[in-house]
């Protein structure tokens, strides 16, 4: 996800909780110093709230640009605010009639954020923009956002994943067709580049009901092809519960891939951490016992960071939590 290069020295966890009032459909920031023992930012409470669109805001990832800037794009959307009203409690009806935009925060420090902005990237066609995700393009210094749509040329039926390109998250290309699957729909996809390959987690909606991986020669190429061992770990998970795939390398040099769990109500949803040596590799285990999660974490995105930006984040947040006793107090 990092264009710059930098020290990896520790990791940003940007996420939303799964919770029935509009509080959880917010930006919230975790931190760790190895990518296993995860600490809470600000008590637990929201960094950024949504004031625009749906005022809520969910399937967080965040960027750091080549300029030492940090984009967090999301999905426009709130159940606790519209499910049961504008959308009928159906999400069919938000997969056709929801989320046309994007909303887009952008920052030099991780502390001091703009303006929430509306990103509205696709045209009537596009049923709903979901999950969007970001990616640099090596070959062209550039950026890949790519998302799930349901698209009018199907009839809304099943969804596939678009992509536009933007240099500056001002402007951005027409949306294009990335990947779509012949049997199913697919959702929430993660690109990566290892060793001069891209890696591409999907969400399959059937055959299987569960997450897959496709390996490429380029971002925006159609010449990606399964990843069998991969297929062979996922199968031995129960089906349809896992979505929001999200990877980060980890300091020893292996890849942990995050999966959300939604098997349940309430408590026991969240991230569930799977390892592997490499993505070529494709044998991602899961390994729950070597990590440590505050609350359940929500589809979101992990950025490496430096120290530096480690304790400016500790420091700030906590400040603002140690103000906000304080005035109570008075």
């Not at 009537?124 to 998302?147: M, Q, S, T």
């Not at 700030?316 to 906000?324: L, N, P, Q, T």
């Amino acid at each position: 996800m990092e264009g710059a290069e930098f020290k990896l020295e520790a990791y940003l966890f940007v996420h939303f909780k799964e919770k029935k009032t509009p509080d959880g459909e917010q930006v919230y920031f975790a931190l760790s110093r190895d990518g296993f023992n995860w600490e809470t930012v600000n008590g637990g409470q929201p960094v950024l709230e949504s004031i625009l669109g749906e005022k809520g805001v969910r399937d967080h990832t965040i960027v750091r640009t080549d300029e030492g800037k940090f984009y967090i794009l999301a999905t426009d959307l709130s159940l606790a605010n519209s499910f049961e009203g504008k959308y009928k409690g159906d999400w069919a009806n938000i997969g056709t009639g929801g989320s046309k935009c994007l909303s887009l925060w952008e920052s030099e420090d991780l502390i001091n954020w703009s303006a929430q902005r509306l990103v509205e990237l696709g045209d009537e066609n596009f049923g709903c923009l979901w999950a969007p995700d970001i990616i640099r393009d090596p070959k062209e210094g550039d950026y890949v956002v790519h998302w799930s749509s349901s698209h009018a040329f199907n009839n809304y039926g099943p969804k596939a994943i678009y992509y536009s390109r933007t240099r500056d998250f001002q402007t951005f290309t027409e949306p294009k067709l990335l990947c779509q699957k012949s049997d199913s729909g697919i959702i929430d996809s993660a690109i990566y580049e290892e060793d001069g390959f891209f890696y591409r987690f999907l969400k399959s909606e059937a055959n299987p009901e569960t997450l897959i991986l496709e390996k490429g020669a380029s971002i925006t190429g159609e010449d990606y092809t399964r990843v069998p061992v991969f297929d062979e770990e996922m199968a031995k998970l129960q089906q349809g519960v896992y979505e929001a795939p999200t990877a980060f390398r980890l300091k020893n040099g292996k890849w942990c891939l995050m999966l959300d769990f939604y098997g349940v109500e309430g408590e026991g949803q969240g991230y569930v951490p799977f390892i592997a040596d490499t993505l070529a590799d494709g044998r991602f285990i899961r390994s729950d016992e070597s990590f440590s999660f505050p609350y359940g974490f929500k589809h979101g995105t992990i950025l490496g960071i430096t120290d530096e930006e480690y304790q400016r984040i500790k420091t700030h947040y906590e400040s603002v939590k140690s103000a906000g006793k304080s005035d109570e107090t008075d």
